[in-house]
């Protein structure tokens, strides 16, 4: 059955963790549409494992939609989220929700997903009663790199803690069916889980959220410019396409690929009337 918002909710309801990885192009959402998982998200990660930027602020609303509209085309059963990106929601409340209908109108996305906590209500709440879906972002928000002075793990102060049971129950009451925990301390994440309605959706919180949410190059080990203590590798696909790489050169400039197995024929007859 497709996933859907109501999905999410039920699922927080009767305990049934909930399960996302991330995608950016049609083949690799149709693998993980069939093997069953409740949501995709087309995150701004994608600045950074597809195109090679240092971090997420340089991907544009024009990067998300490409590759939302191909993600969407190879999902049937699996909510797909957008990722909305930087300056693309921070402006303004009228370009959040602008920016927020391209990506369902444009890139087919079923949801968006904004990062940030108190400072973005008004954002989730406009986009909200325009009739779209909004997950939430808070802890480490990517996209404030530079204000928070890198990748770190946040809420780890009592003033830092209690700030973000604040900011998951804001974005809560502003309209948010969702909120992403990032790189929050397990016991932290465990009592925001408890204290709101809505499902938390962990990566690098622990096992106590809802559900949990992996970029699907770091799972594989497709990504190897740097792996975050969170993430847990289910394949070393990075080696074994290297080697089939490596494999395929050498075939081809040994004469060994193709074969005939891979070749087309044509009648004799015609080659000798070549001549």
Sequence with gaps: ??????????????????????????STAK???????NGILVGDSLGMVCLGYEDTLSVTMEDIIHHT?????????????ADMPF???????YDAVVNAGRLIKEGRANVVKLEGG????????????????????IG???????????FK???????????LIEEAKAVEKAGAFAVVLECVPERLAEIITKEISIPTIGIGAGAKCDGQILVYQDMLGMFNDFTPKFVKKYANLGESMSSAFKK??????????????HSFKINDEVIEKLY
Excluded: W
């Design 1 to 26: 059955m497709k996933n859907t918002i109501v999905t999410f909710k039920e699922a927080k309801n009767k305990n049934d963790k909930l399960t996302m990885l991330t995608a950016y192009d049609y």
């Design 31 to 37: 693998l993980i549409d069939e093997a069953g998982i």
């Design 69 to 81: 509209k191909a993600v969407s085309r190879g999902v049937k059963n699996t909510l797909v989220v």
């Design 87 to 93: 300056m693309s929601y921070q402006t303004s409340t």
């Design 118 to 137: 108190i400072e973005v209500c008004d954002k989730i709440d406009a986009i909200v009663k325009a009739s779209i879906p909004v997950m939430a972002h």
């Design 140 to 150: 480490l928000t990517p996209q404030s790199v530079n204000a928070f002075g890198g």
């Design 153 to 163: 793990v946040q809420g780890k102060s009592e003033d830092a803690a209690r700030r």
């Design 248 to 261: 395929y050169i050498d075939e081809v400039k040994d004469g060994i690929f193709p074969e005939d197995v």
